[in-house]
């Protein structure tokens, strides 16, 4: 009212009312509100962890509402309201603090049931290589048992083979070859030929089986003295021995004794029985 007065009692009444009209205005813009102080600073805060995959992945729902307290701490009041702005500045700040919060907590509990799912999947890793190892060696161990299994068997049926070449029998002190006194004439140490087939058969099965020990043993009838016979037959198990090793048997492997008529095997009182007691008998002494 004071204004309008003002504008009828004074001369020049167009340039009276400019002035009163800029000065209403400055007036206004002066009185304008503006964003509450600290409000910049709460939403560099928000876009800070709106930028953060991190907070947006595992803080969805807290961001969200800390950007709705943003806004409306942003929101210009009165001069008479700056402690409600104060406040709002504050809520929101509160509210950024507990989005970053609640997303590095499960940020760190991601990772840890990350970690421990690799944990996991590495023992379970650690324990299929180990149960693949095992089997492996399994397997490996059966096929060594079996292709042994299997060698065994060759092996038997090959010693079998060249027991029934020698025609030998077994006993309890290994297998027994009889060399009758055919191989010997009367009286005689020398084998009669130089060879027989048997003594070749003997020495290849010997020359086979290297670790075979083998004893020879001489025996005769009870025909001439005990002494005479005593030498001949021991005479005849080194010419058995001599022959053995000629064909390339260790000597080591060849005991030999000379048994005389002390062991017949038949009785002396006819010519069939003292032919059965002169004899050379190899005995192939079986493995320990």
């Given at each position: 009212?004071?204004?309008?007065?003002?504008?009828?009692?004074?001369?020049?009444?167009?340039?009276?009312?400019?002035?009163?009209?800029?000065?209403?205005?400055?007036?206004?813009?002066?009185?304008?509100?503006?964003?509450?102080?600290?409000?910049?600073?709460?939403?560099?805060?928000?876009?800070e962890l709106q930028q953060n995959p991190a907070m947006m992945t595992h803080a969805r729902v807290e961001l969200r509402d800390a950007e709705a307290a943003v806004e409306l701490a942003e929101q210009p009041?009165?001069?008479?309201?700056?402690?409600?702005?104060?406040?709002?500045?504050?809520?929101?700040?509160?509210?950024?603090?507990?989005?970053?919060?609640?997303?590095?907590?499960?940020?760190?509990?991601?990772?840890?049931?990350?970690?421990?799912?690799?944990?996991?999947?590495?023992?379970?890793?650690?324990?299929?290589?180990?149960?693949?190892?095992?089997?492996?060696?399994?397997?490996?161990?059966?096929?060594?048992?079996?292709?042994?299994?299997?060698?065994?068997?060759?092996?038997?049926?090959?010693?079998?083979?060249?027991?029934?070449?020698?025609?030998?029998?077994?006993?309890?002190?290994?297998?027994?070859?009889?060399?009758?006194?055919?191989?010997?004439?009367?009286?005689?140490?020398?084998?009669?030929?130089?060879?027989?087939?048997?003594?070749?058969?003997?020495?290849?099965?010997?020359?086979?089986?290297?670790?075979?020990?083998?004893?020879?043993?001489?025996?005769?009838?009870?025909?001439?003295?005990?002494?005479?016979?005593?030498?001949?037959?021991?005479?005849?198990?080194?010419?058995?021995?001599?022959?053995?090793?000629?064909?390339?048997?260790?000597?080591?492997?060849?005991?030999?004794?000379?048994?005389?008529?002390?062991?017949?095997?038949?009785?002396?009182?006819?010519?069939?029985?003292?032919?059965?007691?002169?004899?050379?008998?190899?005995?192939?002494?079986?493995?320990?």
């Amino acid at each position: 009212m004071m204004t309008l007065s003002l504008v009828k009692t004074v001369p020049g009444r167009k340039t009276t009312m400019a002035l009163v009209l800029s000065s209403a205005l400055l007036t206004a813009c002066a009185t304008a509100p503006t964003s509450p102080d600290g409000s910049e600073n709460v939403r560099d805060k928000l876009t800070e962890l709106q930028q953060n995959p991190a907070m947006m992945t595992h803080a969805r729902v807290e961001l969200r509402d800390a950007e709705a307290a943003v806004e409306l701490a942003e929101q210009p009041l009165g001069g008479d309201d700056e402690a409600l702005a104060a406040h709002r500045v504050y809520m929101a700040d509160r509210a950024l603090d507990i989005a970053r919060a609640k997303g590095q907590t499960r940020l760190l509990e991601a990772e840890r049931t990350q970690l421990g799912e690799q944990r996991d999947a590495a023992r379970l890793a650690a324990r299929t290589r180990e149960a693949d190892r095992a089997r492996a060696e399994a397997e490996s161990a059966r096929s060594s048992q079996e292709a042994a299994a299997a060698m065994s068997a060759r092996e038997a049926e090959e010693l079998q083979r060249q027991i029934d070449l020698l025609e030998a029998e077994a006993t309890e002190r290994g297998l027994v070859l009889t060399l009758g006194d055919v191989l010997f004439a009367t009286g005689s140490a020398e084998i009669q030929g130089g060879t027989n087939d048997n003594l070749e058969k003997l020495a290849n099965f010997l020359d086979q089986y290297p670790d075979r020990k083998v004893l020879i043993e001489g025996h005769t009838d009870n025909v001439g003295s005990a002494g005479f016979n005593q030498t001949l037959s021991r005479q005849r198990a080194e010419s058995v021995r001599r022959f053995l090793v000629d064909r390339g048997i260790d000597r080591s492997r060849l005991s030999v004794s000379g048994f005389g008529f002390e062991r017949p095997v038949a009785g002396n009182d006819t010519s069939t029985g003292r032919q059965q007691n002169r004899r050379v008998e190899v005995i192939i002494e079986n493995r320990e």
